[in-house]
């Protein structure tokens, strides 16, 4: 204890700490909650694996390799073996390959899903919650209507409109799910921004009515949209598994994916679980872990948690 | 000092009550503000006072032309402020700043405090060059007493008193004329609040500046305002200077409002007569006939009162009251009488959805 | 002896990953019956949490609360939450801030004052609900027949509030925790609820333990005054001597700082540096020495121990001699 120093030093100590922003103060937060570090590392995982997985996986997923052990008359299925640690799958494939290369279709479409969808929304949002008026009232009964189907239901719908399916309609119509959520989280807060007073500050200012949206309003409204978007990953991947599981995905079945995967075995569930519980599970981790994630971002990113 | 700033004639902010989805339906108006002339000149503080409801932070929002007044004007330095439109407004607005109530949620929490005070020079073309506009936010600082190693922080790592230096400081940036302060003390600490008034003091000493302080706080209006303007129900009840308002309020309304306030000594306290109002604040939504304050009056007569609203009138040199009987009460021809207190429905033809319609001062109006 | 006598209060609360917090610390007091105590302080001092720990309303998980209170003979720290519910209800009334919160908002206000008639009084509904109107019209609420079938978003701030001390007082209490009860009301609903309040303690013989920031309230209403600072009572007074002479520079600098409505035109504030939250970084030492225009290199050292000093209990090293000007003239 500096029981010396002179009092006059020690309280002017005190004022003289450099500026942290409120990023930066999140992310403080965030690093020493457990439940972030998880999900993070999940994540990190699943990123790396889907990258890496050409180089990972110990044989083509393509290759019919095993097709010889394969008696479909018995319902027989390459077992685990040398070389195969989780066995063939129904044409003989290798069944770990085909799950380590598959995380990186269910990435592409979680995230190109999110990524539109995002787009859409906050267009839609921002017009809606920087203009307002009738503007606002035509986007958002058009929100409404979309809200109002099930979202499933619209991305199948969305999803068979198209005459051949392939990875871009499945991206496309989990996008088109997610924009309504977006859009209306946005407007929402960009709504509540528009009468803030640091907004009618800035008015008071004289700053451009540009300037206040892009500068003021729509920063301060993108906490919510950015933990919605972790959430969203996770429900893309689910129901780009659902509408592949359908088979309103890529038919190409070359190319492994997850809901593909569970989708094709559901006639020798009873006698091969595993078949589907690998890529299951593989689902429900991913979409565990951006859940984790976006969760402890939302706390991380409420002001009143803020010191 | 005599030359008019500000001068404000027959302002009404009346805000509509809507109901329905799609097409919204005006179902009726909040008569926030409701036929307001005042003069502000030059170097003076105006205080307007006046408790929750009764239209004043809705009056220096329409003035700065935050909410669209929706009749009469402001005429600002000669010219009509509430004509310009667009681009004109917009370079006006440099001379007519406002600091606000809470200073937390009037800064953005998103910007440092550097970036808050060029924000506005940016916005005027005041930001010549970095050295010079370095000095610029640099004097600011000192001027509001902040360190200038404030300006790498953020809103949220100061107190409350510090957040409301910013927030002046804001205001100064732009060299303002006028700065409309609405309640700037009433969210700080006791101990805090005269730091804050002080620093406004020798700002206006130090910028010749012009105020107008709106607030509920009596004890602190009075203080710091050369002229009080009183103001009930939307509309201004009595104006005097300071000491002429404390010493010989006119209005019923403003002696029963100076009489309410405590004062932190129990010599005085236990010697004051009380005036206590009967019953609450009438709805804005539906206000009471002929003088608004009527309804809870005790000197209220049998004539006049309910039927004609009175206007506001000088009854001496500079002090104006808006009472039929001011004369009467003031020379003790009339007595006070008791009240009874009248219901006044909370919610009265408001919807859930005002709050969308009009800013915080729907709010104000919504909770008396 | 007194019916609530309070001794070295603590309260820590202690949030995960964080220091533990002491939000009140070793504060005591005593309420004769029939007394008007106060807690004066501003935001962070501690008030509030004093009068939720008393009546047993804080979070059992976070928060260590150590002490006595003692009231009526028992330690109401020890008692289970069903003995402390009963307790409350009946023996102890309290006012919050918020009217419109600690009303429940789909229950008319008849049937909340009913219930705690019927629960602690055991009434018959016929008779409670002729006791609820007795009450509602006792606390000045017009028409109160008609009240009683309202909900409470339908009564005015000042109104909810009546009506929750309608509600403190239905079983009688000895004692009612008021705290901050006329914040969020206008100076002349304010002075009703004040009056009301004065004037029910009066006839009850209730005592009152007010909570406020607003030294006004504390001047006509309060009885002995406490002064709390960082947590700490720092000065302990009856209301004449305390207001006539402040011996504390913090107690001294907040009348300084607030304008009088009957000051002379032109007269100064005084404000005090600083703000709440300057506090010094270390366990010894008084938390207002960073803002105080007397204090000694003792006091960033020391923590100032409660003396009867000066006729009257005292935390400090330097108190302020009653006629001499504030120490040090504060920048703006």
């Known amino acids: 204890m500096a029981l010396g120093v002179s009092k006059k030093e020690k309280i002017d100590d005190l004022a003289d700490t450099a500026g942290v922003s409120l990023a930066a103060s999140a992310w403080k937060r965030l690093r020493r909650s457990p439940v972030f570090l998880i999900g993070a590392t999940i994540i990190g ?122 990875q871009f309609t499945v991206i496309l119509a989990v996008a088109i799910v997610q924009i309504p ?85 559901q006639n020798v569930f009873d006698t091969h679980p595993h078949l589907a519980a690998w890529p299951a599970v593989c689902i429900i981790i991913v979409a565990l872990g951006f859940t984790l994630m976006g969760e402890t971002l939302r706390e991380a990113l409420d002001p009143k948690n803020r010191r | 000092m005599s030359e008019t700033l500000v001068s404000v004639q027959d302002m009404k902010v009346h805000f509509p009550i809507k109901r329905g989805v799609f097409m919204d339906r005006t179902v009726g108006y909040v008569y926030a503000v409701d036929g307001v002339d005042l003069e502000i000149k030059r170097g003076e503080t105006y205080g307007l006072v006046g408790e929750s409801g009764c239209g004043k932070s809705t009056l220096g929002r329409a003035m700065l032309r935050l909410n669209e007044p929706t009749a009469g004007k402001m005429v600002f330095d000669g010219q009509d402020f509430s004509a310009l439109k667009g681009e004109e407004l917009r370079r006006m607005r440099r001379r007519i700043q406002m600091v606000f109530q809470d200073p937390l949620s009037s ?218 009987w001011a004369e009467q009460i003031q020379s003790g021809q009339i007595q006070p009488h008791e009240v009874q207190p009248i219901l006044v429905e909370e919610g009265d033809g408001l919807s859930p959805d005002v709050p969308l319609v009009g800013p915080a001062s729907v709010t104000e109006a919504l909770n008396p | 002896m007194a019916l ?26 005593d309420v004769e019956p029939g007394q008007t105590v106060g807690l004066v302080g501003e935001s962070g001092c501690g008030k509030s949490v004093t009068s939720l720990a008393i009546m047993g309303l804080l979070p059992k ?47 008319p206000i008849g049937l909340q004052v009913t219930e705690v008639l019927e629960r602690h009084r055991g009434l ?60 969020a009301l206008d100076v ?28 006004g309230v504390v001047a006509g209403l309060c009885d002995e005054v406490n002064v709390l600072y960082g947590g700490k009572v720092v000065e302990k007074a009856d209301r004449h001597p305390l207001f006539a002479e402040p011996r504390h520079p913090y107690t001294h600098g907040l009348l300084a700082s607030i304008p009088r409505l009957d000051a002379a035109p032109g007269e100064k504030l005084t404000p005090i540096r600083g703000s709440v939250a300057d506090n010094i970084p270390w366990a010894q030492g008084c938390a207002f020495a960073p803002r105080c225009p007397n204090a000694l290199d003792v006091c960033v050292q020391v923590t100032p121990a409660e003396e009867d000093q000066l006729g009257r209990l005292l935390r400090c090293h330097n108190p302020v001699v009653p006629g001499t000007p504030a120490a040090e003239e504060v920048p703006v």
């Open chain 3, 124 to 183: 018959a509904r016929k008779e409670a609900m002729i006791e609820a109107k007795n009450l509602l019209d006792k606390v000045g609420i017009p028409d109160p027949n008609r009240r009683l079938k309202e909900y409470p978003h339908q009564l005015s701030g000042g109104m909810r509030q009546r009506a929750l001390i309608a509600i403190a007082l239905a079983c009688r209490p000895k004692l009612l925790i008021a705290d901050e009860p006329t914040t």
């Open chain 2, 107 to 324: 800064l953005d929490p998103r910007q440092s405090v550097e970036s808050i005070l060029i924000e506005g020079l940016r916005a005027h073309g005041l930001d010549k060059g970095k050295e010079s506009t370095n000095k610029r936010l640099r004097d600011l600082l000192t001027a509001v007493g902040l360190p200038t190693t404030a300006l790498r922080k953020y809103p949220h790592e100061f107190s409350g008193g510090q957040r409301q230096r910013i927030g002046i400081a804001r205001a100064l940036a732009l060299e303002p004329d006028l700065i409309v302060a609405d309640e700037p003390v009433s969210a700080l600490d006791v101990s805090v609040q005269a730091q804050v008034v002080n620093l406004m003091e020798q700002l206006q000493e130090q910028f010749g500046l012009t105020y107008l302080v709106i607030a509920h706080d009596l004890a602190v209006v009075k203080h710091i305002s050369d002229r009080v303007g009183v103001m009930y129900l939307g509309g201004l009840v009595e104006e005097a200077s300071a000491a002429d308002l404390y010493a010989e309020p006119l209005h019923p309304y403003t002696r029963a409002l100076l009489s309410a306030i405590p004062v932190p000594d129990p010599v005085v306290e236990d010697r004051r007569e009380r005036i206590l109002l009967a019953g609450d604040l009438p709805s804005p939504a539906n206000p009471p006939s002929g003088c608004r304050f009527h309804t809870r009056c005790p000197w209220r007569q049998e004539t006049r009162c309910d039927t004609e609203r009175p206007v506001l009138r000088e009854l001496k040199p500079g002090h104006k009251v808006a009472c039929h």
């Open chain 1, 45 to 166: 995982i699943f990123i790396m694996v889907s990258l890496l997985s050409p180089w990972l996986a110990p044989h083509d997923p393509s290759d019919k390799m095993l097709i010889e052990q394969v008696v479909k008359a018995r319902n027989e299925i390459p077992p685990a073996q040398p070389g195969h640690p989780l066995g063939g799958d129904l044409q003989g494939r290798d069944f770990f390959s085909r799950l380590l290369v598959g995380s990186q279709q269910t990435l592409i479409v979680g995230v190109g899903a999110t990524l539109i969808g995002l787009t859409g929304g906050l267009i839609l949002g921002t017009l809606a919650g920087a203009i307002g008026g009738w503007v606002d009232s035509v986007v958002m009964r058009l929100v409404d209507v979309m809200l109002s189907l099930p979202s499933l239901l619209l991305a199948f719908s969305i999803a068979a409109m198209f005459a051949r399916p392939s």
């Open chain 1, 181 to 265: 959520v977006f859009a209306r989280l946005l407007r929402g807060s960009m709504l509540a921004q528009r009468h803030s007073d640091h907004v009618l500050a800035a008015t008071a200012l004289g700053v451009k009515k540009g300037a206040i949206v892009f500068r003021h309003m729509l920063p301060n409204s993108l906490s919510p949209v950015i933990v919605q978007s972790t959430l969203v990953l996770a429900t893309a991947i689910i129901e780009a598994a659902a509408l592949s599981f359908l088979g309103l995905g890529n038919p190409d079945d070359r190319i492994p994916e997850w809901g593909q995967m569970l989708g094709d075995v």
């Open chain 3, 4 to 29: 609530l006598e309070v001794r070295d209060l603590t309260v820590v609360f202690q949030r995960r990953g964080e220091e533990p917090f002491r939000a009140v610390d070793g504060v005591s007091f």
């Open chain 3, 188 to 215: 002349t609903i304010q002075a009703q609820i004040l009056a009301v309040m004065k004037e029910l303690v009066q006839d009850l013989g209730t005592a009152l333990v007010m909570i406020t920031h607003d030294l």
């Open chain 3, 61 to 107: 998980r976070g928060a260590t609360v150590t002490g006595t209170v003692t009231y009526d003979g028992t330690d109401l720290l020890k008692l289970s939450d069903k003995q402390m519910r009963d307790k409350r209800g009946s023996e102890l009334g309290m006012v919050f801030q918020d009217p419109l919160s600690s009303l429940n908002p789909v229950i």
